[in-house]
């Protein structure tokens, strides 16, 4: 019972770590200012995004000031996309490496200083997937693309769990590694302190005799 419970709580972080990875973000960025996002994806694992800066008045074209710079960059400090003064754009890659891969926004020094409106939307995994492209307006088509789609997330959460199994492993021998160096730590720190002791006995005693008390 305790095992299958385990397994569900699993189950649902799985769950939760990709519905995080399909939502899109909305947020507000100020002239001359950096903001970072962080993802964290597994190696193998294909991952695509756009970003968007929100024109204020779509009436007349984005002004200079709502241009953007943005750079992904892997947990290693590889680069995987970068832009320049930009309204728009999108990335596509399929990571190589393992770890936080970070985009970072940098919006344009403008005077006075201006706050720009970012839509960012970054899929990894199966919701890197246009699924919407492939179905198909047959019912024995849409069965189909819906079975596909099953079998992808069954994959995509199988990979996960194994991937936390690891990164689980990982701190636990991080975990392991530490606690003995702080028992070799606190058993330096035992034998200093034992010998400070002595020490200050030692002198003790020799200034007491010196004293003629003892």
Known sequence: MVLRSQNLWTFLSVLTLLSHVSQSL?????????KCISED??????????YTVVNPNEAHPSPPSHKISIRVTSSYGNTYHHAEDVESGQFAFTAVEAGDYMACFTASDHKPEETLSIDFDWRTGIYSKSWTSVAKKSQVEVMEFEVKQLIETVNSIHDEMFYLRDREEEMQKLNRATNSKMAWLSLLSLFVCLGVAGMQFLHLKTFLEKKKVI
């Open 41 to 50: 994806i597994k190696s193998n694992s294909m991952t695509v995004g756009k």
């Open 26 to 34: 909305h947020f507000e960025l100020r002239s001359g200012r950096t």
